[in-house]
């Protein structure tokens, strides 16, 4: 072995000596590697309690929308089952419109031809009042022919 011994070769020879120079260098190196790991390991703990807060609210939030949207849903529903109801009911009331309007056109007929018969018996009646005033005239006529108009006092001359 001629020249310097390698790392190698040291460790090989002195073990003891090699393990202690290590263990001295690599127990306060693991020791800085594990305190980063720890930082970084609390920080993502810290990010990741963050991101769950956030979803938690979000979700509060979308589940309110969600009950809001229920609520209007069933008010919808509500007013469409109510729109429905006066619909039924306009299509049930235009069908008995035509019978409706057949019964005012029959009672329309009914009281005109009512009237018209009661206009024929009006018109009846006052033909025969006119003849029943026309043959008292007659008659008034014919009686006071016979009688002389300066016996009355009140007399006046007869129409012509």
Not at 145 to 153: I, K, T
Request: glycine share 4%.
């Amino acid at each position: 072995m001629a020249g310097d011994p390698g790392l190698w070769d040291v460790a090989w020879n002195w073990p003891l000596p090699f393990v202690t120079a290590v263990a001295v260098l690599a127990v306060p190196m693991a020791g800085i590697i594990w305190f980063i790991c720890q930082l970084k390991y609390k920080q993502q703990i810290a990010t990741l309690k963050d991101r769950v807060e956030l979803a938690d609210e979000r979700l509060g939030d979308a589940k309110e929308k969600i009950v809001k949207a229920e609520e209007e849903k069933t008010a919808l529903h509500t007013a469409v089952n109510e729109l429905n109801a006066q619909i039924e009911k306009l299509k049930k009331r235009k069908a008995q419109l035509p019978r409706e309007l057949q019964s005012i056109v029959d009672r329309l007929a009914t009281s005109s031809a009512t009237a018209s018969n009661q206009v024929s018996k009006l018109s009846e009646a006052q033909e025969a009042v006119a003849a029943a005033v026309s043959k008292h005239r007659d008659e008034c006529h014919e009686g006071r022919a016979g009688h002389q108009p300066q016996d009355r006092e009140d007399a006046r001359p007869p129409k012509p």
